[in-house]
């Protein structure tokens, strides 16, 4: 059974960082594609950031270029999402998503972490 699992939300003021783990199981992810996406209240999910698991493919949002950084550990089996100069817009729930590369469908996705930027 696939699972992702999200960990390290919290509150942090305006200015901080963060760092967000997606702990990845089940199934083996080489030929997937990991992404961060976020939903703030009241919006509509958005993509944050995506990393291919087995290397070559990164793409993030225009309004977190420059300050998160994704990445892959793979003795841990997780994607990590550094997130750099926080501001009370990135305040959301935050989850972890895979889909198969080439194919547009997200098919896996984790329960989400708060991510709470407030002063």
């Known amino acids: 059974q696939v699972q992702l699992v999200e960990s390290g939300g919290g509150l942090v003021p305006p200015g901080g960082s963060l760092r967000l783990s997606c702990a990845a199981s089940?199934?083996?992810?080489?030929?997937?594609?990991i992404a961060w996406f976020r939903q703030a209240p009241g919006l509509e999910r958005e993509f944050v950031a995506a990393?291919?698991?087995?290397?070559?493919?990164?793409n993030y949002a225009d309004s977190v270029k420059g300050r998160f950084i994704i990445s892959r550990d793979y003795a841990r089996n997780t994607v990590n999402l550094q997130m750099d100069s926080l501001k009370p817009e990135d305040t959301a729930v935050y989850y972890c998503?895979?889909?198969?590369?080439?194919?547009?469908?997200?098919?896996?996705w984790g329960q989400g972490t708060q991510v709470t930027v407030s002063s």
């Open positions: 990393i291919s698991w087995g290397g070559g493919y990164l």
């Open positions: 998503a895979a889909r198969q590369s080439g194919l547009a469908s997200w098919d896996y």
């Open positions: 089940g199934r083996t992810f080489s030929s997937y594609v």
